[in-house]
């Protein structure tokens, strides 16, 4: 069992990147704020860094950015014990490229929006050659709200979106493509893993 935690800076920083206004207090982030737009505007830059390696991979095809929507229905849960569980059964990677989902609605008040962003590391290779898999037994599982969004860093394990709640959540989401199916996206079965989502939170 997965245990939920709150998405943060801090706490997601070995994975990616929180898209989010920063709070100085918490983020020690190094988010310089900037005045814009003739101080119409305060700008909070860089909030993530959209980086692609695919200059490594072997296919050498030409890269380019793309924004894509993601509009993703709110996941089934089941209950077990009186409680609602995800259960998780896929993990995906994007080996050359960071991913990032942003919310479209981002709302200010975050109480409408919730998904959970799990992750994990890979396992250490034990003879060359071999397909890298998620570390499962240390993968983390957080509760991201709707004025965040989240980039995955490249070649970091992710389960595919899951939202929380009744309605459909749509997302911009930004990766670098080369048109190789296999740079551009690893999907991997894992044995099915449970993230326990606390009452409150599956009443959104
Ligand atoms: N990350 C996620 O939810 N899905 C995408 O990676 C995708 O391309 O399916």
């Known amino acids: 069992m997965m245990e939920l935690r709150p998405l943060t800076g ?41 980086a692609s390696h695919y200059p490594t991979a072997n296919s050498g095809m030409p890269v380019m950015p793309v924004m ?22 896929i993990m995906e ?21 919730a998904y959970i962003v799990i992750v994990a590391p890979s396992l250490p290779l034990n003879t060359a050659g071999e397909d890298e898999k998620p570390d499962m037994s240390r993968a983390r599982a957080f509760l991201a709200k709707g004025n965040q969004g989240v980039t995955y860093g490249a070649g970091v ?20 493509v080369n048109g190789v199916a296999k740079d551009e996206c690893t ?7 449970e993230v326990e989502i606390n009452k409150f939170q599956a009443n959104l």
Request: aromatic share 10%; with cysteine; hydrophobic share 45%.
């Open 68 to 89: 894509s929507l993601f509009v993703c229905v709110p996941r089934k849960l089941v209950r077990k014990n009186g409680k609602q569980r995800f259960e998780l059964s």
């Open 157 to 176: 394990w992710h389960s595919p979106m899951v939202v929380l709640g009744k309605v459909s959540v749509t997302f911009a989401v930004l990766m670098w």
């Open 93 to 113: 990677r994007h080996p050359y490229t960071t991913q990032s989902f942003i919310p479209m609605g981002l709302s200010a008040s975050n109480s409408d929006t």
């Open 10 to 50: 801090a706490s997601f920083a070995a994975f990616g990147s929180v898209i989010q206004i920063p709070e100085p207090a918490k983020d020690a982030s190094s988010v310089a704020v900037y005045s814009a737009n003739q101080a119409t505007a305060t700008k909070y830059s860089p909030i993530s860094i959209l």
């Open 187 to 193: 999907e991997v079965e894992v044995v099915t893993e």
